[in-house]
Every structure is written in C-alpha cells, then in structure tokens.
C-alpha cells in the first residue's frame, strides 16, 4: 500500500514537472511582449516641400503612472515634431539635430508638457493646437502640408529618433485607424507596460501556444484580437460576459471560456471549455491540458481601465529570429488577415500518392490537386476555387488561364479542404519548364464566403515522351505468360481435334502422310489405291536406266 502511494506521488511530481508553468511579471518595455495593445494612428509617404518629415506623438498616461519621460532627438533627421499629451507631463530633453522643431500642446497659456533641459533650444516651441485627433491632423496638414505618421504612446518611458527615414510608401493622406506602434522602426519607444506576462523556455520544435488572461476583477468586457503568426493556438480565458473578437483569420486554432465573435462569417462560437478560477498556474495548466502539449509559447495578462481593448499578437519586437530555408511545397499569397492555405499536387485521381516537390512532369499528364486550410476552431469551412493560371519563371514572364475540373470529395474525407484537377497540355509547345500553379480561392462558412487570398505551388514541366517506329514491348508478368500459354494449348488440341475428325469423315489422313502428293496426281481423289510392291521388277529398273542414260547423253551428241 505504501508503495502504491509512493508511485502516486513520483507520478504527480513527474507530471507536475512535464508541464512548465511560469509566474508572471510586469515587464519596463512593452515592445518585449508577444500581446501589445493597439492604438489609434497612421502612417504615410509624406516630406514637406522643406525636406522635413511630420510626426505627432500623442501621449496617454495611466492615473497612476509618474508622467515623466525622456526624448532623444540628437541623430534625429530633419523634421517637425508635435507632442500632445491629455495629462501634465513632464520631458527631458539633453540635445535637440538643428533640423528638428518640437512642438508643445499649450492650454489656457500653459504647456501641457513641462520641459527640463540644461539650457535654452530655439528649435523647441509652445503652441496652441487642437487636442482631438482628428483635428489635430488637420491642423498639421493645414501648417506643413501633410502628416507623415501618428503615433498613440501608452505611458512612454524613452522615445529615441533615429537617423533612418520615417516615412512609408504609399498614401500621403493621414487616415486614423488601429495600429501596432512597434511597427514604426524609425523611433525606440520604450513604455511601461500594463500588461503582466512571461514565457517558458521553448525549443524550436515546440508548439506555438499564447495564452491570454483576463482577471474576474479587471474592467475589459469587449476584446478586439489581431494575430500576425501563422500556425498558432491561442488560449483565452476571461470573465463571464467577455467577448473576444478576432479581426483575421490567421490563427489556427483556438479554445475560450467566452463567446468568440468571427466577423468575416457573421458566426459566433460558444464557450467550449468552463474556467472560473483566474489564477496564472490554473489557467496554464488548462490550456497544455485542452491542446494536449507540454509547454507554452507566452502567457499575457491583461489589466486595463478601458472596457473595450485591441490587441495584437505578434513577433517580439525586440527579438531577432532567424530563419532556416527549407524546401517549400507551396506557399500562400494572402492579406495578413486571411488563413494560409496549401496545395498538394497528385498524378492519379486517388489522391494518395503526393507528386514531389522535385518531380518533373510530362506536359500530357493530367496533374489532380487538393487545396486545404488550418482549422478555425470547431468551424468547418468550405474552400471554392475562383480561378488557376500558370506563370513561367525567368526574366520574362508568361501567364496563360489554367482551366480546371473540380472533383468530387465529401464533407468526411475533405473537411476544409476542396479537389480540383488540370491539365497541362498547353504548356507543350512553350518554351519553359518551371511554372507556377496559383489559384484564387473563397472561404465559406453556411452562405457567408469572403476572400481566401491565393495559393501557389511550383511545377516543372517536360515533353511527352515521343513515339518510336518500333513495335512496344509488352511487359507480360507470371499471369499474363501462363495464360498464353494455356491458350496455346487449348488451340493445339482443338487443331488436333479438327484433323481427326477430317481423317474419320473422309478416311484419308490429311496432313499426316507427306509422300502422298508425290506418288499421286490427286491427293483428294476418291480412288482407293493399290498397294506398291517397294522392291520393283527388272524390268522396270532396266528401262528406267535406259531412260536416264539417253537422256544424258542427248547433250553430248548435239555437241558432237
């Protein structure tokens, strides 16, 4: 008995160690967490006629945070700087690049940001401007043209201007939307988080799993998710009456205490698993158990005065990953709000032989893909194919329509999953041989279907094999060699059948007896014969010699 309780024990503590756990903590740089909120801003093209790029920094500071900060414009390149801030703060500033002019928000004659430097900067001014945002971009526009980005920072610690250009290609108009700040690499921008997190130690083969916490104490009720990874689980545990909503379809799968809100279908899913405990450990512990894995990728929670949140889970800003090229079976073209997809090309309409990726194939084959996307959950979605076409590889490029069958597979053999197959018989005459196969697909949900993006595989083509003057060569196995041969012994005995019943009917034994078209004139003569002594008379002899000696000597005499 006390060993079966000894066993127990080292199996709990065995288990107890399979599966990491990890406290967390409230990290000084928000850039370091894989969750970071999103905030309101833009980012544009735009250099005033003056050479100078447009920044609005837009300061929001927790009630309990110090209000204090550091800015670093020594190697910044030239441009105009804004900063705005709802609440006093207060900004250090040791050296500000001759090209750089700072603006302050003024109120009722008083700076909302007190400045603390070592002397007097000319380049730095106090100004009485709109604090709404939507105003404020419209008053930057009006003053210097244009606005090259906007950037919403959540308690800021240290923004630092780098000497590297700050603008983006594309429009040149301010247009404000949800953003992830830690994208704009031409500013270091160090902000206390408000968020707790930590991370196990993981290998490179370990699943990618985030974890996202919200107390039962915490105000968030409305949770906007962004996911930037491709084929990641997400475990999110909140309060009874939480809603997350995931703005893309890039996630893989995922598992929640709440309702998820998917607005691309239209669909909700219900709660699959219940939580009521909040703890760190509890819900870690319960998320390795529902996806079955030993370790997690990041934990995050979340505490927020705001009831409503965005959030964007991505790469570690502050992280270099490095990556090792392999070879691709096929890739995905698609927004970054869409699910990756991928084909599988096949030679035979059973589909059980994948074709390799190596592998080349002659132009008169008919080439039979399959189409298949990560699941959403416990959604089942229907992928349509729109269109094909094919693309050669090379300095000048061909593109041809690439007409396709679809092929039938039910719902239990392809779920998220669609069958098609190609022909490529108008590649014969073309001159290359390595193509691109890329199709334009749609993601359904009941009736809802939105923009599944394209997925491309590469293909190297070769001519059919050409035909030869020379009989083909049948190769025959076990079965085919003893059945020619039973039926060449079926053939033997009818023929043999056939002449004994000829020798029965007509009494002579045709085919049998070679010497008898010799000795008679009429071999089909009804005439008996008459027995032939073999030893004939002298007469006979003499008379034959006779016959063959004048004979013989008839030449000689005429040359006589």
């Not at 500000?96 to 700072?102: D, K, L, P, S």
């Not at 590297?164 to 040149?172: H, M, P, Q, R, V």
């Not at 085919?511 to 000795?519: H, Q, R």
Request: charged fraction near 20%; glycine fraction near 6%.
């Amino acid at each position: 008995m006390e060993s079966s309780a000894l066993l127990l024990c080292l199996a709990v503590v065995i288990v107890s160690a399979s599966s990491p756990t990890c406290d967390p903590v409230k990290l000084s740089d928000n850039s370091q967490n894989y969750v970071r909120e999103m905030q309101i801003g833009c980012w544009t093209s735009f250099i005033g006629q003056d050479k100078a790029e447009v920044h609005i920094l837009n300061l929001n500071f927790a009630a309990t945070d110090g209000k204090m900060f550091s800015l670093e414009m020594a190697q910044a390149r030239p441009m105009n700087l804004i900063v705005t801030s709802r609440e006093t703060a207060h900004c250090l500033i040791n050296e500000v690049n001759a090209g750089v002019n700072i603006y302050f928000l003024q109120r009722s004659n008083t700076s909302t940001v007190v400045l603390h430097t070592n002397g007097h900067l000319s380049n730095v001014h106090t100004v009485d401007f709109p604090s709404e945002d939507e105003e404020l971009v419209k008053w930057a526009t009006k003053k210097f043209g244009g606005v090259t980005s906007f950037t919403t920072v959540a308690n800021p610690k240290l923004m630092l201007s780098k000497a590297t250009e700050g603008t983006k290609a594309g429009s040149e108009e301010c247009i404000l939307q949800n953003e992830d700040p830690s994208e704009k690499q031409f500013m270091m921008i160090e902000a206390e988080s408000t968020f707790k997190s930590c991370s196990p130690q993981q290998s490179a083969d370990d699943p990618d799993l985030h974890i996202i916490n919200i107390p039962g104490d915490a105000d968030i009720r409305n949770v906007s998710v962004r996911v930037d990874r491709k084929k990641t689980s997400v475990f999110l545990r909140g309060p009874q009456g939480t809603t997350w909503t995931f703005l893309n379809l890039q996630h893989t799968k995922f598992c929640s205490n709440n309702e998820i809100l998917l607005p691309a279908f239209a669909h909700r899913i219900q709660p699959e698993i219940t939580m009521s405990s909040d703890k760190a450990e509890d819900v870690q512990r319960k998320a390795l158990d529902y996806f079955k894995v030993a370790t997690f990728t990041s934990y995050t929670e979340i505490r927020s005065e705001e009831s409503t949140l965005l959030l964007v889970l991505g790469q570690e800003s502050s992280t270099v990953t490095t990556t090792v090229a392999e070879p691709t079976l096929s890739s995905t073209t698609v927004p970054p709000d869409q699910m990756p997809l991928l084909m599988q090309l096949y030679t035979s309409p059973d589909y059980r032989s994948p074709l390799d990726p190596n592998a080349k194939v002659q132009s008169d084959k008919r080439i039979y893909a399959e189409i298949s996307g990560n699941t959403l959950g416990a959604m089942v979605l229907t992928i349509q194919v729109i269109s094909c076409f094919v693309r050669s590889k090379g300095s000048c490029p061909v593109v041809k329509e690439l007409p396709f069958i679809p092929e039938y597979c039910s719902l239990n053999s392809c779920p998220n999953s669609t069958r098609l197959s190609f022909s490529l018989d108008q590649l014969h005459e073309l001159t290359s041989t390595t193509w691109d196969v890329e199709c334009s697909v749609k993601l359904c949900y009941s009736q809802k279907c939105v923009d599944g993006g394209r997925v491309k595989r590469n293909l190297e083509v070769t001519p059919p094999c050409q035909q030869t003057l020379n009989p083909p060569c049948f190769d025959f196995g076990l079965p085919g060699v003893l059945g020619i041969a039973f039926g060449g012994f079926l053939i033997g005995v009818l023929l043999i059948g056939a002449l004994w019943f000829i020798k029965i009917k007509t009494g002579y034994p045709t085919g049998l007896d070679m010497a008898s078209p010799l000795s008679s004139g009429c071999p089909c003569s009804g005439a008996k014969r008459q027995p032939v002594s073999s030893n004939p008379s002298p007469s006979e002899n003499s008379s034959a010699n006779a016959s063959i000696g004048s004979t013989q000597s008839t030449p000689t005499s005429s040359m006589a």
